[in-house]
């Protein structure tokens, strides 16, 4: 009868050892398979302030030097990659209409975008913004702007869409 007791112990003892055990074994594995941090490439003014910043100061060089100081210029690639938008728009069934934003768009100097950073204006029809976020995302992984610079570059413009441009008032009339 001495005995039973000490088994109950012995038993207990290597049960507790073996849930600790697991639960040390769990933990030291769960650290190293944590999903790495990718911050996001899109987003709105005022979410990640100090961030923004930072990526203001590393794209110095705007589209107007790099279209040599050509205001027309700039404004057609500007206004051409916003039609691009539109266009990239349909082809996912995404509403742009009525959206009206404030827009930083950041390039790579090859022209692929890197940043779009925006802030709906009062304006703007309302939606979800993080739809619209999903969107410019999709779109800055697939356009690049037909455009070479000797560094990265960008543009801090304003966007309402459907875009009426000089241009399209010309077709129109």
């Not at 890197?114 to 356009?143: C, G, W």
Request: proline fraction near 3%.
């Amino acid at each position: 009868m001495s005995l039973q007791p000490h088994n109950e112990y012995m038993f207990t003892s290597r049960f507790i050892l073996v849930i600790f055990l697991s639960f040390y074994i769990f933990t030291l594995f769960g650290q190293n398979t944590k999903a790495v941090y990718a911050p996001a490439r899109v987003f709105v003014i005022g979410e990640e302030e100090k961030r923004y910043e930072s990526i203001l100061q590393q794209y110095s060089l705007m589209l107007f030097q790099v279209c040599d100081n050509s205001m027309d210029e700039a404004y057609d690639h500007w206004n051409n990659m916003l039609r691009d938008m539109e266009g990239f728009a349909k082809t996912q069934n995404f509403d742009l209409k009525g959206i009206k934003i404030w827009m930083n768009v950041f390039w790579k100097n090859d022209g692929r975008i890197d940043y779009i950073v925006y802030h709906p204006k009062p304006n703007s029809r309302n939606m979800d913004y993080q739809e619209l976020t999903r969107f410019f995302s999709a779109f800055q992984q697939q356009y690049q702007l037909p455009l070479k610079a000797s560094k990265n570059f960008s543009h801090y413009g304003s966007a309402s869409f459907p875009i009426f441009n000089k241009a399209h008032l010309i077709q129109e009339k």
